[in-house]
Nanobody, 125 residues
Framework: QVQLVESGGGLVQAGGSLRLSCVAS????????VGWFRQAPGLERDFVAA????????TYADSVKGRFTISRDNAKNTVYLQMNSLKPEDTAIYYC??????????????????WGQGTQVTVSS
């Protein structure tokens, strides 16, 4: 069992920045690929970004490329999502998820085994 806890969400004006954190409970964290997803009210959950076990491979949704950066610190069991140039359409609950199969970073949420409870990000115009 892997527990994931997100933090760092909040209210920010358009053009601002936030950094989300996802802390995992297991010391084997470095064996997991990790992804970030988001869900806006009334919409399906969408892929945002993902990172491989040691950070060598990263993938992003087109909507966030050039604005968001995913990174990880395995010594701290933590994955980060740095979000810059935020837009009102980035408003959503953001979730991190762990893929225990150690595949390259995946965009499909069905590939992920464990999920956090989410953190709210609200971007005002």
């Amino acid at each position: 069992q892997v527990q994931l806890v997100e933090s760092g969400g909040g209210l920010v004006q358009a053009g601002g920045s936030l950094r989300l954190s996802c802390v995992a409970s297991k010391r084997t964290f470095s064996t997991y690929a990790v992804g970030w997803f988001r869900q806006a009210p009334g919409l399906e959950r969408d892929f945002v970004a993902a990172i491989s076990r040691y950070g060598g491979s990263r993938t992003y949704a087109d909507s966030v490329k050039g604005r968001f950066t995913i990174s990880r610190d395995n010594a701290k069991n933590t994955v980060y999502l740095q979000m810059n140039s935020l837009k009102p359409e980035d408003t959503a609950i953001y979730y991190c998820a762990a893929d225990l199969t150690a595949n390259p970073p995946q965009m499909a949420e069905g590939k992920y085994d464990y999920w956090g409870q989410g953190t709210q990000v609200t971007v005002s115009s």
